[in-house]
T-cell receptor, first 112, second 114 residues
Framework: SQTIHQWPATLVQPVGSPLSLECTVE??????LYWYRQAAGRGLQLLFY??????ISSEVPQNLSASRPQDRQFILSSKKLLLSDSGFYLC???????????FGEGSWLTVV | AQSVAQPEDQVNVAEGNPLTVKCTYS??????LFWYVQYPNRGLQFLLK??????LVKGSYGFEAEFNKSQTSFHLKKPSALVSDSALYFC????????????FGAGTRLFVKA
């Protein structure tokens, strides 16, 4: 069966510090991968999605970036965090577009 | 453009009573419709989906949803609510005319009172 792991689960970082959140999927190949941000326990904002290695689409301009160095690995990064980057970040995967999206357990980022 | 609306921020129901969480959508092609549930500090969990076929879809934890094409709705239902059903529920839609991009609703918080 397929599983998705993301880490770290919680992170407290000072303003201006770098960020790296990592996500891996097991049990499938060539998945679509996604990074979402959820603020205040409500709606989801799609940040990035990828349909293949090295193929990243950005939905919202910001100081975050994403990379997909391997087929089942998706990394969310920032060179300098802002206070507004605080939130709950969710990695997800799907077998293809239009299919069910499966989410990781999320990473809480607090920028102080 | 695709869109999905969850008109209620919050739904309150007594344990044992039926519950309904509403969802309406707008797409130009045939919709693919999904419901997800999120418990506090957790990721979203898939509940059920409608792609084609029977308008009544059954999913996890006793939930079901009815696809209504004329009303462009996909309401989530459960005959008898449990306190443990209290969570945040998201409706989502995608369609081939939108490049199969999935759009999520804003979420509805369900409170089930004992």
């Amino acid at each position: 069966s397929q599983t998705i792991h993301q880490w770290p689960a919680t992170l407290v970082q000072p303003v201006g510090s770098p960020l790296s959140l990592e996500c891996t999927v097991e049990g499938t190949s060539n998945p679509n991968l996604y990074w979402y941000r959820q603020a205040a326990g409500r709606g989801l904002q799609l940040l990035f999605y990828s349909v293949g290695i090295g193929q990243i689409s950005s939905e919202v301009p910001q100081n975050l970036s994403a990379s997909r160095p391997q087929d089942r690995q998706f990394i969310l990064s920032s060179k300098k965090l802002l206070l507004s980057d605080s939130g709950f970040y969710l990695c997800a995967w799907s077998p293809g577009q239009g299919n069910t999206i499966y989410f990781g357990e999320g990473s809480w980022l607090t920028v102080v | 453009a695709q869109s999905v609306a969850q008109p209620e921020d919050q739904v309150n129901v007594a344990e044992g009573n039926p519950l309904t969480v509403k969802c309406t959508y707008s797409v130009s092609g045939n919709p693919y419709l999904f419901w997800y549930v999120q418990y506090p500090n957790r990721g979203l969990q898939f509940l059920l989906k409608y792609i084609t076929g029977d308008n009544l879809v059954k999913g996890s934890y006793g939930f079901e949803a009815e696809f209504n094409k004329s009303q462009t709705s996909f309401h989530l239902k459960k005959p008898s609510a449990l306190v443990s059903d209290s969570a945040l529920y998201f409706c989502a839609v995608s369609a081939n005319t939108g490049g199969f991009k999935t759009i999520f609703g804003a979420g509805t918080r369900l409170f089930v009172k004992a």
